[in-house]
């Protein structure tokens, strides 16, 4: 399994953008169809962006929540996953994780990721 590793968080005010990295290490990202994932306190895991393998189309999906302000990418010659968010909102607050799937697209699924980042900390206040 390959190594996720998060960067990018933050505390920022409503209407600021943050750009979120994953390094991944010990694999190749093209292998894996990629996601990001967040909790905030006291709340379940909730699906933010997904992003399919290239050769698949380079797909993404986005929960409703979230189109139109973020924007997943991917840097496969770097190993890199992206999450631009722009526009941000308190709501936006939580833990953002990177997550990794070999062997299908199901991004929704959130327990279908086999690989995870250890998380990295949005905070947004209005």
């Known amino acids: 399994q390959i190594q996720l590793r998060e960067s990018g968080g933050g505390s920022v005010q409503a209407g600021d953008s943050l750009r979120l990295s994953c390094k991944a290490a010990?694999?190749?990202?093209?292998?894996?169809?990629l996601g990001w994932v967040r909790q905030a306190p006291g709340k379940e895991r909730e699906f933010v962006a997904a992003?399919?393998?290239?050769?698949?189309?380079?797909?993404?999906e986005y929960a409703d929540t979230v189109k139109g302000r973020f924007t997943i990418s991917r840097d496969d010659a770097k190993n890199m996953v992206y999450l631009e968010m722009n526009n941000l909102k308190p709501e936006d607050t939580a833990v953002y994780y990177c997550?990794?799937?070999?062997?299908?697209?199901?991004?929704?699924?959130?327990?279908?990721?086999?690989?995870w980042g250890q998380g990295t900390q949005v905070t947004v206040s209005s």
């Open positions: 997550a990794a799937n070999q062997s299908q697209w199901a991004p929704r699924r959130i327990d279908e990721y086999d690989s």
């Open positions: 992003i399919s393998w290239r050769w698949f189309g380079g797909i993404t």
């Open positions: 010990g694999g190749a990202l093209s292998a894996y169809c």
